[in-house]
């Protein structure tokens, strides 16, 4: 994919963004454990960053995911990971399914001000016992009259302190897992909706993270999204963008924290020499980047197809495996030519390592993109 001058201007508002706004604050925000979404939303929805690839008549800027791609992609040069996957939730997580497949009237009411920075987005899929299993997922929604009336809970849930609308996927009949699931939307000042608690994680600190309990919480029918019985399906063209979102801004994240590592390596010495002065570090920084660049080249491939409205799954598959496996790798590798400054909590490459630890397991574990990966390759077993 060739980039265009119009996505290096976006790219440069971001970057901008970033500079003035976000990271002179991430420590402060890392130390308080939340950042203050509404506030940063409502900055970004003014610059039009939240609604890139999203339509013009609720708001957005109408562009291809390539533009998306580039925000996914320069969120990485922000100073922590949770703000990043804050953001991306807000923008190809929690409302991919709601623009593409929701009512006028829902998109009006929801998408709208979600793209402007007026309310903050979360996704409850996730449940205590169901992770990367979506199909298990025990949250009921039944009808009464023309409503919903949702019961169950959900767990890891992004913003879900500070959300003011939770996409819920609920079952909404008895039938077959994989054709029994709607997606809603759920206002969360609706009565019988409660963050049950804030969830302390080893990182990702400045992203709150909540788990929800609906009891008897009724919403109108008409804040289901697209058909009744299609949620599953819905979720997992959610999942497709979420994961390329994921794996883009590894690239960004990492490349950066590449270049970190080579400042600290040219000015820390040991053994009258700086400690970039060894090849075993010059050659392995080399091959980190190297699979990075590879990492972003994969990752652009599978943007092409969905701009082109072709299926990604594979790639996007692929890409995410292969985002949280260097995740893990380069940061750990990098941490080690930091030394001891490396094991220090406030260090850049020590919050990296911690933040960096999710990505294998969220939005589908490791295992679970191998799974899928290899039901395209024909080797994964029917009968599974």
Known sequence: MKLTQEHEEIRR?????????INPHVDEWEKAEIFPAHEVFKKM????????????????MGLD??????LAETLGEIDCAGIPMAIGVQTDMATPALAERGSDALRREFLAPAISGDMVACLGVSEVGSGSDVASVKTTARKDGDDYVINGGKMWTTNGTQADFCVVLANTSEGAPHRNKSLIVVPMKTKGVE??????????????????????????????IGEEGKGFIYQMEQFQVERLWGALNAGGALLRIIDKTIEYARERKAFGRTILDNQWVQFKLAEYKTEVEALRSLCYRAVDVVVDRGDATELASMAKLKAGRLMREVTDGCLQFWG??????ESPVSRAYRDHRLPSIGGGADEVMMQIISKFMGTFPKNN
Request: hydrophobic share 40%.
């Open 340 to 345: 001891g400054m490396g094991y220090v909590w």
């Open 13 to 21: 508002t971001i970057q901008r963004f970033i500079a003035q706004e």
């Open 195 to 224: 963050v049950a608690k804030k969830i302390r994680k080893i990182g990702m600190n400045a992203s709150d993270t909540a788990q929800l309990f609906f009891d008897e919480v009724r919403v109108p029918q008409r804040y289901r």
């Open 65 to 70: 995911l390539s533009y998306g791609a580039v």
């Open 45 to 60: 929805g003014k610059l039009g960053l939240l609604g890139l690839n999203k339509p013009v008549e609720f708001g957005g």
